[in-house]
């Protein structure tokens, strides 16, 4: 943990470039090492070809993104790693409000259960 899913509407691939959105979405969320793990950081999009937005009319696009947190950060943190995460989304995404009708949201999840996990990434920063 965490885990970032982007889901995104095909019609704006030739207006965003997704990987060097998930990219910036690392960097952004790196930039909190006492709270997000590197070795347990995972950021991926999932292009979304049905979908429809309010009556289906318009040609509009949407962006969603889920940031999956395992349990014990504090809400101030959550809230500031939150608000950061969400501020780089707006810039990322600033173009496509000034030229089409746009939505974009963001959901923070925090598991409350235990979550099961296997992953020797984590000994590859561990001297970091």
């Known amino acids: 943990m965490p885990h970032v899913i982007v889901e995104y509407t095909n019609n704006i691939e030739e207006e965003t470039h997704i990987p060097t959105l998930l990219q910036k979405i690392n ?64 810039e990322y995404f600033h173009h496509l409000f000034e030229t089409r009708y746009f939505a974009l949201s963001m959901e923070v999840y925090e598991f409350t259960r235990t979550t099961y996990k296997k992953n020797n990434i984590h000994a590859r920063y561990k001297d970091e």
């Open 27 to 90: 960097d952004t969320l790196l930039e909190y090492p006492e709270v997000i793990p590197k070795g347990g950081l995972r950021s991926r999009a999932m292009k979304l070809v049905h979908y429809c937005i309010a009556d289906g009319q318009v040609e509009a696009a949407f962006v969603h993104v889920t940031l999956k947190l395992g349990k014990g950060r504090s809400d101030a943190v959550i809230q500031q790693v939150s608000e950061r995460l969400f501020r780089v989304l707006e």
